[in-house]
């Protein structure tokens, strides 16, 4: 029997999730939702029912008494504003509680929604994004802790990044090893089991040649060693493939390390070489916002690419239309704009061949403009001519010392 039979393939089966339908047509709409009664353009009297006396005696207020009427009013105001935040909450607050009721949200306290929106920054839908991703983290744990702890192993491993095909490999292995005992290799009828079992030790602690390892398996049988020695080989099998799940998932922690760190080391030098430029056009100085708006748009990933994979506006912009970008980016190359330093590796931009283009262009629309001006009749015609040639002459030796 060979290596593959003793380690034949495992299927590890995910059942489906099935999300129900819900129901949402009891849903109240934003606008149907009762408003606050306005009290603001009540007269106090009308309000409180207060009637004035001319005969109110008039107390003297010791200097020591306190004066209460700004904190008063202070109060006031804050309790309305809570009460406005309130208002302006509850239809949010509301369809979390269906959600909640509906199975949607596993979790919904309708007291701390309000500090929920707060922490989110005033914003309710994005209180109400905060309580989705609870339920999905939730759910996802629930999903996971429905399987095997081997296979809960594997998902976990998976998510924290070692991967997949390497895990499943150490997990079937282990799986079929705790299937055999040391009973299953005593006795004349599974000397097959004993020798497999002793070829995938040496395979796996050694570097000897197959035919080497069929020469010490056969030595161990002559001997009456195998079972034994097959029994050590099952143990120190087991430990090896322990060791090799705990060492993939080590070395994928210190390479999450080792991507974290080169990934703050970059951002470190691009934020200092970007505020240590201090032109990017020749003589044209770049602003201390230009630096703030630059450094923002190259750490800012704003889009999600074709790939699910969040990138910057240029980097979208290449993912969008590729040909369009590169064209562009060929072009102004090919003209210098793009040219870098030989020796220093930085942004060197020629811009001699940009200067041509938009020279010549200039030149022809003054000639053009020039010749469209003779189709004016009488003896002005000539003097407009003739100052329209000088002018284009001029400025065309104005352009060539530029």
Same mark, same amino acid.
């Given at each position: 029997?060979?290596?593959?039979?003793?380690?034949?393939?495992?299927?590890?089966?995910?059942?489906?999730?099935?999300?129900?339908?819900?129901?949402?047509?009891?849903?109240?709409?934003?606008?149907? !939702?009762?408003?606050?009664?306005?009290?603001?353009?009540?007269?106090?009297?009308? /309000?409180?029912?207060? =009637?004035?006396?001319?005969?109110?005696?008039?107390?003297?207020?010791?200097?020591?008494? #306190?004066?209460? !009427?700004?904190?008063?009013?202070?109060?006031?105001?804050?309790?309305?504003?809570? /009460?406005?935040?309130?208002?302006?909450?509850?239809?949010?607050? #509301?369809?979390?509680?269906?959600?909640?009721?509906?199975?949607?949200?596993?979790?919904?306290?309708?007291?701390?929604?309000? *500090?929920? =929106?707060?922490?989110?920054?005033?914003?309710?839908? @994005?209180?109400?994004?905060?309580?989705?991703?609870?339920?999905?983290?939730?759910?996802? $744990?629930?999903?996971?802790?429905?399987?095997?702890?081997?296979?809960?192993?594997?998902?976990?491993?998976?998510?924290?990044?070692?991967?997949?095909?390497?895990?499943?490999?150490?997990?079937?292995?282990?799986?079929?090893?705790?299937?055999?005992?040391?009973?299953?290799?005593?006795?004349?009828?599974?000397?097959?089991?004993?020798?497999? =079992? +002793?070829?995938?030790?040496?395979?796996?602690?050694?570097?000897?040649?197959?035919?080497?390892?069929?020469?010490?398996?056969?030595?161990?049988?002559?001997?009456?060693?195998?079972?034994?020695? %097959?029994?050590?080989?099952?143990?120190?099998?087991?430990?090896?493939? *322990?060791?090799?799940?705990?060492?993939?998932?080590?070395?994928?922690?210190?390479?999450?390390?080792?991507?974290?760190?080169?990934?703050?080391?970059?951002?470190?030098?691009?934020? /200092?070489?970007?505020?240590?430029?201090?032109?990017?056009?020749?003589?044209?100085?770049?602003?201390?916002?230009?630096?703030?708006?630059?450094?923002?748009?190259?750490?800012?990933?704003?889009?999600?690419?074709? $790939?699910?994979?969040?990138?910057?506006?240029?980097?979208?912009?290449?993912?969008?239309?590729?040909?369009?970008?590169?064209?562009?980016?060929?072009?102004?190359?090919?003209?210098?704009?793009?040219? +870098?330093?030989?020796?220093?590796?930085?942004?060197?931009?020629?811009?001699?061949?940009?200067?041509?283009?938009?020279?010549? $262009?200039?030149?022809?629309?003054?000639?053009?403009?020039?010749?469209? %001006?003779?189709?004016?009749?009488?003896?002005?015609?000539?003097?407009?001519?003739?100052?329209?040639?000088?002018? @284009?002459?001029?400025?065309?030796?104005?352009?060539?010392?530029?």
């Amino acid at each position: 029997m060979s290596k593959e039979d003793l380690f034949a393939g495992m299927e590890l089966g995910f059942d489906d999730i099935e999300l129900g339908e819900v129901d949402v047509s009891n849903i109240p709409k934003i606008e149907d !939702t009762p408003k606050p009664n306005n009290i603001a353009s009540q007269k106090p009297e009308e /309000n409180l029912n207060i =009637v004035p006396s001319s005969d109110t005696e008039q107390i003297e207020v010791p200097d020591n008494v #306190e004066d209460t !009427t700004t904190t008063s009013s202070l109060t006031k105001d804050t309790t309305t504003s809570k /009460n406005n935040t309130a208002n302006s909450n509850k239809p949010f607050a #509301e369809l979390s509680k269906i959600f909640y009721d509906e199975g949607l949200f596993t979790d919904f306290d309708e007291e701390n929604f309000d *500090k929920l =929106v707060e922490d989110e920054g005033g914003n309710p839908v @994005a209180a109400m994004a905060t309580l989705m991703k609870n339920t999905l983290d939730k759910t996802h $744990q629930e999903w996971i802790e429905s399987y095997p702890e081997p296979i809960q192993n594997i998902i976990k491993a998976h998510n924290n990044g070692v991967p997949l095909d390497k895990m499943l490999e150490v997990k079937r292995n282990q799986l079929t090893l705790d299937k055999i005992s040391e009973n299953d290799l005593e006795g004349d009828n599974n000397l097959d089991k004993r020798k497999e =079992v +002793l070829e995938e030790h040496y395979k796996l602690t050694t570097n000897f040649s197959s035919i080497k390892i069929k020469k010490l398996i056969d030595q161990s049988i002559n001997l009456g060693e195998d079972i034994e020695e %097959s029994k050590e080989a099952l143990e120190e099998i087991k430990t090896f493939y *322990k060791q090799e799940e705990r060492r993939l998932k080590d070395e994928t922690v210190k390479q999450e390390e080792q991507r974290k760190k080169i990934y703050e080391e970059r951002m470190v030098e691009l934020k /200092n070489n970007i505020y240590s430029t201090k032109e990017i056009i020749p003589s044209i100085p770049l602003t201390k916002k230009e630096q703030d708006d630059l450094h923002k748009s190259m750490t800012s990933y704003n889009h999600v690419n074709s $790939q699910g994979r969040p990138v910057t506006d240029v980097d979208y912009l290449f993912d969008k239309n590729p040909i369009e970008m590169r064209k562009a980016l060929h072009y102004y190359t090919m003209k210098g704009l793009f040219k +870098l330093d030989d020796k220093t590796g930085t942004w060197n931009p020629d811009f001699t061949k940009i200067n041509n283009v938009l020279k010549t $262009q200039i030149t022809r629309d003054v000639k053009n403009n020039a010749a469209k %001006s003779t189709t004016f009749k009488g003896g002005l015609a000539d003097t407009t001519e003739e100052n329209s040639v000088n002018l @284009a002459k001029s400025l065309e030796g104005w352009l060539k010392n530029k």
